[in-house]
């Protein structure tokens, strides 16, 4: 029997895929599913979207979904009902793939009575002990009691199995795109448009730095903001999901309009995946910046990391273990202290000082970088080995 794609499926048992992160604005909760699914694996999602859509549709490849809209108690509880549908659809001898807190809180109820073997958890996001007590408790007897377990960065998982009293260490699955993942060229067009939003065009000492998000005190958004203002005119910065509505976004154009920087500042709303990877692929330096408030933030392995060197641009990022060793391992950009806006400025001119000849260079090299070495396939066996462990009979 033909599977999804056309081809022989790798094997009979289906692997139903749950997150409760959007593929549409995160799509990192949802990659081991889109590697498996794109490799002749059974895989059938649920996820965040309108229920009359029955497919996960990304460029690197489409899949079946159900989806749910989410929000709130009635959300969780459409949750719950859609993870329902798929066990009586696909039964329990399906691998049911769990990611992240609001998906294991589904889960709980939705696969109660389930041979744990067949159940793997994956945290992509790490839960704060003692933040979120009501989804601590129920990831933790989650976790606990899945088959396997995974983490998206080594001290995390480390921490994870500390915290929760796990009986191994998780494995790691870094938040990474895969190598297929199909990145736009550099356009012009596209940085000429964003320029031209704040009335300006471009030119050889303009640099477009990229926050890769919008306005948050998480981010270290203020201290960016004071480091803007020590730049050169020429600097300017690109602020996404910045809708006029939002409390963090009216807080973030008061001190944009404070600092005299409205004309040094985009402000972008939400885009959809490609649109703002587009951004990105436009751009000259993206911002990792994380405050050091705990765990999570401290061990961080954002998804963004890829999304940007696969768009060719270096990153200035938080000097914490993590992205130290794969920024200086890789040569991906530069470190700051992320709370120092005089950190951060110096950081962004070391990045911003190549002229547009090296900087073409420098995109070709990141990219590559990112194919051969630190894309989602370098490590995609430890999935496959997830599914195996899953897959085995009794």
Same mark, same amino acid.
């Given at each position: 029997m033909k599977g999804w794609r056309g081809?022989?499926?790798?094997? $009979? !048992?289906h692997i139903v895929y749950v997150t409760a992160a959007d593929p549409d604005r995160s799509v990192?909760? #949802?990659?081991?599913?889109l590697w498996l699914a794109k490799n002749g694996y059974r895989v059938h999602f649920v996820i965040p979207g309108d229920p009359s859509n029955a497919t996960l549709s990304t460029p690197y490849v489409s899949a079946? @979904?159900?989806?749910? &809209?989410?929000? /709130?108690? @009635?959300?969780?509880?459409?949750?719950?009902? %859609?993870?329902? $549908?798929a066990r009586l659809r696909f039964g329990s001898g399906a691998v049911y793939w769990i990611t992240g807190c609001v998906s294991a809180l589904a889960a709980s109820f939705a696969l109660a009575g389930m041979s744990r073997k067949r159940i793997i958890y994956y945290n992509c996001d790490f839960l704060e002990p003692g933040r979120h007590p009501f989804f601590e408790y129920f990831e933790r007897s989650f976790a606990r009691g899945a088959g396997s377990v995974?983490?998206?960065?080594?001290? !995390?998982? &480390?921490?994870? @199995? #500390? =915290?929760?009293?796990?009986?191994?260490?998780p494995v790691v699955l870094e938040s990474r795109l895969p190598a297929e993942? *199909?990145?736009?060229?550099?356009? *012009?067009?596209?940085? %000429?448009?964003?320029?031209?939003? =704040? /009335?300006? +065009?471009d030119s050889e000492d303009v640099r477009l730095i990229v926050a890769g998000g919008g306005f948050s005190r998480l981010r270290c958004s203020e201290e960016l903001l004071s480091a803007l203002r020590d730049l050169p005119e020429t600097y300017i910065l690109v602020f996404s999901g910045m809708p006029s509505h939002d409390e963090s976004s009216c807080e973030g154009r008061v001190m944009i309009s404070r600092l005299g920087l409205t004309r $040094?500042?985009?402000c972008l709303p939400y885009l959809p995946r490609e649109d703002l990877i587009r951004t990105f692929a436009a751009s000259d330096i993206g911002m990792l910046l994380y405050r050091n408030d705990g765990i999570g933030n401290y061990y961080q392995g954002p998804g963004r990391l890829?999304?940007? =060197? /696969? +768009?060719?641009?270096?990153?200035?990022? #938080?000097?914490? *273990? /993590?992205? &130290?060793?794969?920024?200086?391992?890789?040569?991906?950009?530069?470190l700051c202290k992320a709370e120092s806006a005089t950190d =951060? @400025?110096?950081a962004i001119l070391l990045l911003g000082q190549k002229n547009s000849s090296e900087r073409m260079q420098e995109r070709q090299r990141l990219r590559r970088a990112f194919r051969k070495e630190l894309s989602f396939d370098r490590q995609a066996s430890r999935a496959e080995e997830l599914f195996r462990q899953a897959d085995k009979d009794d």
């Open positions: 081809v022989e499926p790798r094997t $009979r !048992r990192v909760a #949802s990659v081991p599913g079946p @979904a159900y989806h749910v &809209r989410l929000g /709130g108690m @009635a959300g969780l509880g459409r949750f719950v009902k %859609t993870l329902l $549908r995974a983490s998206n960065e080594p001290n !995390r998982a &480390r921490c994870m @199995a #500390s =915290i929760y009293g796990l009986s191994s260490v993942w *199909p990145f736009p060229d550099y356009n *012009p067009v596209e940085r %000429t448009r964003l320029l031209s939003m =704040i /009335g300006l +065009s $040094r500042v985009v890829t999304e940007y =060197i /696969g +768009s060719g641009i270096p990153y200035v990022a #938080s000097d914490f *273990p /993590g992205l &130290r060793t794969v920024t200086l391992e890789h040569s991906l950009g530069a =951060i @400025a110096a």
